[in-house]
């Protein structure tokens, strides 16, 4: 699969149950399915991560899960960020700045694992280590009930994988306008959302961020990752997991889920939703 190729066809079968005395009723179709591709990360020449992805947006995706994971924390810490030298699409290539290299010695010692799309934090002391770069969400923004459910709908609207293979993850972020500032889809939550924050995150644009819709469950790694992009609100299509929960009370988030077609389900933070 070639670069920014996000889907494959496939030749199928459906079957459907008959009428009791015509048995199954068999039917060939092809089928439209998300792609998914091994994805390297490599920091100074050396393998940091390998992440099962969707083709496309690799310099995005590698600048997001640099700052979720505490390697950047501005895009002047990348000295050079890019595909590598032979252009293959499924390498990124980073080069630290020496000053920040020399801040983090103890997490590039962190690499050479492998995330899967559904894979995250793994050890205690991988937690302890994420928790110490993490701050609190400052106070002040709010938005009104009507208008998390009009951010909500914008994300199925922006979908267009979903929609064709139902195998894939979306993450959109919104300003305090409620204006989309960034949206991005791939076969995994995490991917999705490191991509979403990379795209404001290089172009300078983080900082206006305010609200974060995502098409999954919150989980404690896209606590996580929405943390160190400082996005205080949090909507998700599906109840957060309990350690997420516990994550965004200490840091003083909003994680709110939608139940049924006009109902909301503010988990912590219910300081920034405006009820009448």
């Given at each position: 699969m070639?670069?920014?190729?996000?889907?494959?066809?496939?030749?199928?079968?459906?079957?459907?149950?008959?009428?009791?005395?015509?048995?199954?009723?068999?039917?060939?179709?092809?089928l439209?399915?998300?792609?998914?591709?091994?994805?390297?990360?490599?920091?100074?020449?050396?393998?940091?991560?390998?992440?099962?992805?969707?083709?496309?947006?690799?310099?995005?995706?590698?600048?997001?899960?640099?700052?979720?994971?505490?390697?950047?924390?501005?895009?002047?810490?990348?000295?050079?960020?890019?595909?590598?030298?032979?252009?293959?699409?499924?390498?990124?290539?980073?080069?630290?700045?020496?000053?920040?290299?020399?801040?983090?010695p103890?997490?590039?010692?962190?690499?050479?694992?492998?995330?899967?799309?559904?894979?995250?934090?793994?050890?205690?002391?991988?937690?302890?280590?994420?928790?110490?770069?993490l701050?609190?969400?400052?106070?002040?923004f709010?938005?009104?009930?009507?208008?998390?459910?009009?951010?909500?709908g914008?994300?199925?609207?922006?979908?267009?994988?979903?929609?064709?293979?139902?195998?894939?993850?979306?993450?959109?972020?919104?300003?305090?306008?409620?204006?989309?500032?960034?949206?991005?889809?791939?076969?995994?939550?995490?991917?999705?959302?490191?991509?979403?924050?990379?795209?404001?995150?290089?172009?300078?644009?983080?900082?206006d961020?305010s609200?974060?819709?995502?098409?999954?469950?919150?989980?404690?790694?896209?606590?996580?990752?929405?943390?160190?992009?400082?996005?205080?609100?949090?909507?998700?299509?599906?109840?957060?997991?309990?350690?997420?929960?516990?994550?965004?009370?200490?840091?003083?988030?909003?994680?709110?889920?939608?139940?049924?077609?006009?109902?909301l389900?503010?988990?912590?933070?219910?300081?920034?939703?405006?009820?009448?």
């Amino acid at each position: 699969m070639s670069a920014g190729k996000n889907t494959k066809f496939y030749q199928t079968l459906r079957c459907e149950t008959g009428d009791g005395r015509t048995g199954t009723l068999d039917q060939t179709m092809d089928l439209e399915l998300i792609g998914e591709e091994p994805f390297l990360i490599r920091i100074d020449d050396k393998d940091y991560s390998v992440v099962m992805r969707t083709p496309g947006e690799e310099v995005f995706h590698a600048a997001g899960f640099c700052l979720g994971e505490g390697i950047a924390d501005t895009p002047d810490d990348f000295k050079t960020i890019g595909y590598d030298k032979d252009l293959d699409p499924n390498i990124i290539d980073i080069w630290l700045k020496p000053e920040r290299r020399e801040k983090i010695p103890h997490l590039l010692e962190r690499r050479g694992f492998v995330s899967q799309t559904s894979c995250g934090i793994c050890g205690k002391e991988m937690m302890k280590e994420l928790n110490q770069i993490l701050t609190p969400a400052e106070n002040g923004f709010e938005v009104e009930i009507n208008h998390v459910f009009d951010c909500i709908g914008k994300l199925s609207k922006n979908q267009k994988y979903y929609q064709r293979t139902r195998g894939s993850h979306a993450a959109i972020i919104f300003d305090d306008q409620l204006q989309a500032i960034s949206f991005a889809e791939d076969v995994g939550r995490h991917n999705a959302l490191d991509k979403a924050i990379g795209k404001i995150f290089m172009d300078g644009t983080l900082s206006d961020a305010s609200i974060l819709v995502l098409s999954s469950r919150i989980s404690y790694e896209l606590v996580q990752k929405a943390a160190r992009a400082r996005l205080p609100v949090m909507i998700s299509n599906s109840r957060p997991t309990s350690l997420a929960v516990e994550m965004g009370q200490a840091l003083n988030m909003t994680l709110a889920f939608p139940v049924e077609e006009s109902g909301l389900i503010i988990v912590c933070g219910e300081n920034r939703i405006k009820r009448r």
